[in-house]
């Protein structure tokens, strides 16, 4: 996908100490504005791998598109974990002890980080990064994260879990999942976008009109054909293909 994948997290449901704290991890490709993984976990490595993990079973491994995070270690190393391999260093036949293999990125690996810095609140400064990967092979303007975190205000307004100091706000892991897994199904096969209207040309009583077709993010990436209502999603067999 042209425009890379992004990770992100989204308001903690409790406040705790940080290990404790429960988020909604992202992943979102912006070109067909699809959300590919939402998963809810704490703040910590184990959390990072398995939205990498989500993720990488749902794109074209085999032409790996641009990953974007903010400045969180762990997407890093999970990264890593995922798209490496072991450099081995060849003996120099001198004294001392052998050079130790070392992880290295995968040469189709492409990754950048935005780094906000704040004082007081507020953003004073934002830094691109270029983790994995090269200039020459990373356009600057691909490097950012404005469409996550706009998905990540419409999580909140729609997902009641996610609002902390009220009645309503998620008190078990497996029913937080439960909501984001169905939020993120909405989404993608419900709700239109307008960035994603496709325009044609329509003929009524021999005038031409210029008119657009509205699409979810599931017909931009061509997976259906079709808006979904929220009766068909619901009662859909979830054991078959949804082509079928």
Known sequence: MSCGLLFKKTVPRMEHESE???????SFAPEHRLILAAYAGAMTQDAA???????CMRIDEENL???VTDGRKYYK???????????????????????????????????AQVVKEREGGAIVNIEKRIIFG?????????????????ENLTLR??????TRKTLGYSKTDEWLQYHATLQMTEHN???THDSLKKPYKKQIKGKVWRKYKNQTPMMSAGITDHIWTLKE??????????NT
């Open 20 to 26: 404790d704290e429960r988020w909604i991890w992202l």
């Open 49 to 55: 791998d398995e939205i990498v993990k989500q993720t």
């Open 65 to 67: 598109p641009l990953f």
């Open 77 to 111: 190393q999970a990264l890593l974990d995922k798209y490496s391999y072991i450099a081995k260093f060849p003996r120099t036949g001198r004294r001392g002890r052998p050079r130790k293999t070392m992880q290295m990125p995968a040469p189709k690996l492409k990754y």
């Open 134 to 150: 090269t200039f020459d092979d990373i356009n600057d303007t691909n490097i950012s994260t404005s469409h996550i975190e706009r």
């Open 157 to 162: 307004q729609d997902n009641n879990r996610l």
């Open 189 to 191: 096969f419900v709700r």
């Open 233 to 242: 999603l619901l009662t859909f067999p979830y054991h078959k293909n949804i």
